[in-house]
Nanobody, 123 residues
Framework: QVQLVESGGGSVQAGGSLRLSCAAFGYLSSYYRMGWFRQAPGKEREGVISLDSSGSTSYTDSVKGRFTISQENAKNTVYLQMDSLKPEDTAMYYC?????????????????WGQGTQVTVSS
């Protein structure tokens, strides 16, 4: 089993930045993917950005050029750097992980989920 713990959410004005962290506890294997998802009230959970153990990354179009995903060399923590934030980025952000390769943005391809951290961007 893998436990994921997110931190770093908060409130920021439009144009500002936030950095989210996701600490993974447990064995994730040599082949893994980790991603960030978000869910706004009344909307479905959507994939935002992800990476896999080969170094591949995927981004949803709305965050390209603004969000960056990175991880520590020890692979136990993944970061989401969010710059130029917009009000439409407001959502609960979730970290997710799974065994296997492929930087997927699809919810069903992830097995382990964190509890979420709220990001609120005001105009």
């Amino acid at each position: 089993q893998v436990q994921l713990v997110e931190s770093g959410g908060g409130s920021v004005q439009a144009g500002g930045s936030l950095r989210l962290s996701c600490a993974a506890f447990g064995y994730l294997s040599s082949y893994y993917r980790m991603g960030w998802f978000r869910q706004a009230p009344g909307k479905e959970r959507e994939g935002v950005i992800s990476l896999d153990s080969s170094g591949s990354t995927s981004y949803t179009d709305s965050v390209k050029g603004r969000f960056t995903i990175s991880q520590e060399n020890a692979k136990n923590t993944v970061y989401l750097q969010m710059d130029s934030l917009k009000p439409e980025d407001t959502a609960m952000y979730y970290c997710a992980a799974a065994y296997g390769v492929g930087a997927s943005l699809r919810v069903p391809t992830y097995k382990f989920w964190g509890q979420g951290t709220q990001v609120t961007v005001s105009s």
